[in-house]
């Protein structure tokens, strides 16, 4: 094994949830389930004679409000919060079973969840965390929105925001590696306008928001403060970044740069990156060279595909 090598993780132990989905407002209950390794994050909806759908590319939905994953004619939405706890925390492997459609909003970040991680504890599992380690980049732009990402060490992220007032102008550059995410991350709330809310509702959206769960703006201020950062915005869009970008099934290893994105954009990147073997390998950590385990024998034609690419 090599130096940075990192075992899989999975938690310690069950934990429960309970709340109220944002866009459905309906009444959620959640359990995280411990599971084996190389099982990844799947969710299984319970009400639905626990049909099961994996958290991959292969099953987002298209919706530009939330992300969500769509499997047959079943979906699970608003995974992003929960998927980003999980990947910026280091939880590998685990079921989330929930009895209806949409996941709890909690307090709009995703610090509910790393508590509960804290609380709990990970454990580590006998096989090596895999990497997608990005070779070239890969870039979607639409209009002044763009997202890419580039080859680096660490999941380096740089995200810009640019927002009616009262939130304008701002960035966000941090490396998820340095172990962060609990602290700079996690808290950061969802927010929305005062004045799209009418618009929303009548979309059918946002039934379950409250003061409790969202920064509500106005026009000139913050209609419930205090912020939990001054940058609390580009935060929570760096959070909703990471949750989506899980969607490519594992951690990246690179650099991502994010200008005016959205879950739309976030999700067209995955998708992207997913189609475009030579942009992109699986390893074990930051500094491996040979590498004769089992797992990496299990994808002969992924590593193929990126050797010429690599210069
Ligand atoms: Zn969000």
Redesign the pocket.
């Known amino acids: 094994m090599t130096q940075n090598a990192h075992p899989e993780q999975t938690i310690r132990s069950d934990i429960d949830f309970r709340g109220i989905g944002l866009h459905s407002g309906a009444e959620v209950s959640m359990r995280l389930v411990a599971a084996p390794a190389g099982s990844g994050i799947v969710f299984r909806r319970t009400d639905l004679d626990n049909f099961e759908i994996p958290a991959n590319g292969r099953n987002v939905a298209k919706v530009s409000y939330a992300t969500s994953l769509m499997r047959g004619s079943v979906l699970i939405s608003t995974t992003?919060?929960l998927l980003s706890a999980l990947i910026g925390f280091g939880v590998d492997n685990v079921i989330v079973e929930v009895d209806n459609l949409e996941l709890p909003i909690l307090d709009g970040s995703a610090l509910p969840y790393v508590e509960a991680f804290q609380r709990v504890g990970l454990k580590q599992q006998r096989r090596r965390r895999e990497y997608i380690r990005i070779l070239k980049e890969v870039e979607v732009r639409e209009g002044s929105k763009f997202i890419g990402v580039y080859p680096g060490s660490g999941y380096g992220i740089n995200y810009t925001i640019d927002f009616p007032q009262p939130i304008g102008f701002a960035t966000f550059r941090g490396d998820l590696e340095t172990g962060d995410y609990a602290s700079l991350i996690a808290p950061a709330r969802?927010f929305g306008f005062k004045e799209d809310e009418p618009k929303l509702r009548d979309m059918g959206l946002i039934r379950g928001a409250t003061d409790a769960c969202c920064i509500i703006l106005t026009k000139s201020a913050i209609q419930n403060p205090p912020l939990r950062f001054p940058d609390e915005f580009v935060r929570?869009k760096v959070?909703?970044l990471i949750g989506d970008l899980a969607l490519a099934g594992r951690r990246i290893q690179g650099r991502v740069i994010a200008e005016r994105a959205g879950h739309a954009m976030h999700t067209a990147l995955v998708q992207r990156l997913m189609r475009d073997r030579s942009a992109w390998e699986l390893t074990h950590g930051y500094d491996e060279s040979r590498d004769e385990s089992p797992e990496t024998a299990d994808a002969p034609e992924m590593l193929r595909s990126a050797l010429p690419a690599s210069a």
């Open positions: 992003e919060h969802t929570h959070l909703d």
